[in-house]
């Protein structure tokens, strides 16, 4: 029976109902639910997921906060109660607790319930800040990264780049030291980028021997490594510990697929990194093998340049040499002739034919030199007749046997069959001056759009292509055309000259 309106209420069934809507109320809520006396007494509590793997309601209720929690973190609760209740609003803390050996971080909302009692919501938020500092961590990541790429973008000068690198590495990091290697060969190594005060073998431009450390791994595997000195000996890992190092993580720095040089960390003792780091490290070593292949194509493209320059002015004295040496000569002293043989013709009447065979005979030779003269600028035969015969007459007029296979059912682009031809002259010749070979041979095809040109040769071998006018001019005029040229030639085995040059795109254009 349902008790009427304004009947007095017995203390003990409030108190009771109180206590069964504070029990509904922390059964509702999925957070840790905690009820504090002013003295940090716990009066109830309702432990959530992860801290009733470890705490029961019971290991709680009577207890203090000093019974269970560290000394500094129950006087941070305890602040907080009191502050909650003097000031009747919600307290937030922060803090960071130690369950089952690893470090949460917590936050609990202080609520006051009553003249001498408050409520405390505690959530675990470790996974979260976890998540926050990830991707902080990975913006700052990227930022770095994005300023360098920024630096290689704008062709900035390599040790520009080598010493943002090593200063981004560091500060993304949080170490004191960071170097970049340029091996050398396979026993030294310079530096050429540097972040930090160590002095010794870490000074810009020292030149060291490649002994222990994490560089002398990547040079030999090709991979990152990591070195702790205190499993090494010797005299340069003395020094190093000498100068407070404890250890180094490296990276390769890969150019045209060769391991150029590395980056390293060099570790303090109170210093550590995590296993990610070589990842991260990675990226900004790419960077700067981007920023060191820009460097060498543009370095080589001035030298093509100036070769070309170069090629041109030998070539255009070449031809202002061979006509004043030549068919100059023979004309100037034609008309010479012909002004002395108009004064002779008025008393020598009867010399006329005479006169004109010698005349006739002068401006042969004088024709027979500008051809002769043109043919060295561009083969008429190549002009005329095309690939197959210019390259037949090229090889028969040589010294040693060549045998030829040229596989072309229709002519190529006038820029591809001179190159093509050049490209097998230049090597012919070669071979001639330089192999001591008896024989060559020369393949010729048209493969996927592409003309692939291979001369080779049965001599000595030990050609060089970066050596010798020769085979660099060659090697501008393919690569002018977008084409490819290599040299292979181990001592003993001969030399393989190819060369690969575009035609399709030629051919649209035309």
């Known amino acids: 029976m349902c008790a009427s309106k304004g009947a007095p209420v017995n203390p003990l069934e409030a108190e009771s109902l109180a206590e069964q809507r504070n029990r509904a109320l922390l059964d509702a809520i999925p957070d840790n639910i905690l009820r504090y006396a002013r003295d940090g007494t716990y009066l109830d509590a309702r432990p959530d997921a992860q801290t009733s793997e470890y705490f029961s309601r019971e290991d709680f209720i009577g207890r203090n906060v000093r019974d269970l929690l560290p000394n500094e973190l129950a006087d941070t609760i305890l602040a907080g109660i009191d502050s909650a209740l003097e000031s009747g609003e919600t307290q937030v803390i922060e803090y960071e607790l130690e369950i089952a050996g690893a470090m949460h971080r917590r936050e609990a909302r202080i609520v006051p319930s009553g003249d001498a009692e408050v409520v405390a919501i505690t959530r675990d938020f470790t996974e979260q800040r976890r998540a926050e500092a990830e991707q902080q961590r990975l913006a700052a990541e990227q930022a770095a990264l994005h300023r360098v790429a920024t630096l290689v973008a704008k062709n900035a000068p390599p040790e520009e780049v080598f010493q943002t690198v090593t200063a981004e590495v560091c500060e993304l990091l949080d170490l004191r030291t960071a170097v970049l290697h340029r091996f050398e060969d396979g026993h030294t190594s310079t530096i050429v980028g540097k972040f930090g005060e160590a002095t010794g073998p870490f000074e810009l431009g020292k030149v060291n021997p490649l002994e222990v450390g994490s560089a002398v791994e990547v040079l030999r595997t090709g991979a990152p490594a990591r070195s702790n000195y205190s499993e090494l000996a010797g005299d340069a890992v003395a020094e190093l510990r000498a100068l407070g190092f404890a250890g180094s993580v490296g990276v390769p720095i890969t150019v045209a697929g060769l391991t150029w040089g590395a980056l390293v960390v060099a570790l303090r003792p109170q210093e550590r990194l995590p296993l990610e780091t070589e990842r991260r490290l990675k990226g900004f070593a790419e960077l700067v093998g981007v920023a060191v292949a820009s460097a060498s194509a543009r370095d080589e493209l001035t030298a093509s340049r100036r070769r070309i320059v170069e090629a041109s002015d030998t070539e255009r004295r ?193």
Do not use: W
């Open 318 to 510: 070449r031809i202002e040499r061979n006509l004043h040496d030549g068919a100059q000569q023979r004309l100037v002293a034609l008309a010479l002739a012909l002004r002395a043989a108009k004064t002779r013709l008025r008393v020598q009447p009867e010399r006329v034919e005479e006169l004109l065979d010698s005349f006739s005979s002068e401006l042969g030779q004088a024709i027979a030199e500008m051809r002769e003269l043109a043919q060295g600028i561009h083969p008429a035969v190549l002009t005329e007749r095309g690939l197959v015969t210019a390259l037949e007459v090229l090889a028969a007029r040589g010294p040693l046997v060549v045998e030829l296979d040229v596989e072309l059912a229709e002519r190529l682009p006038e820029p591809v069959e001179t190159a093509t031809y050049y490209t097998v002259s230049e090597a012919l010749t070669n071979v001639v001056k330089h192999a001591q070979a008896l024989s060559a041979n020369v393949r010729v095809a048209l493969v996927d759009g592409h003309v692939e040109v291979e001369v080779s040769d049965d001599g000595i071998g030990g050609a060089d292509a970066d050596h010798g006018s020769g085979l660099s001019g060659l090697r501008d005029r393919v690569e002018a055309l977008n084409g490819r040229l290599s040299v292979e030639s181990s001592a003993g085995a001969g030399t393989v000259v190819r060369a690969q040059l575009p035609v399709r795109p030629l051919v649209m254009d035309d």
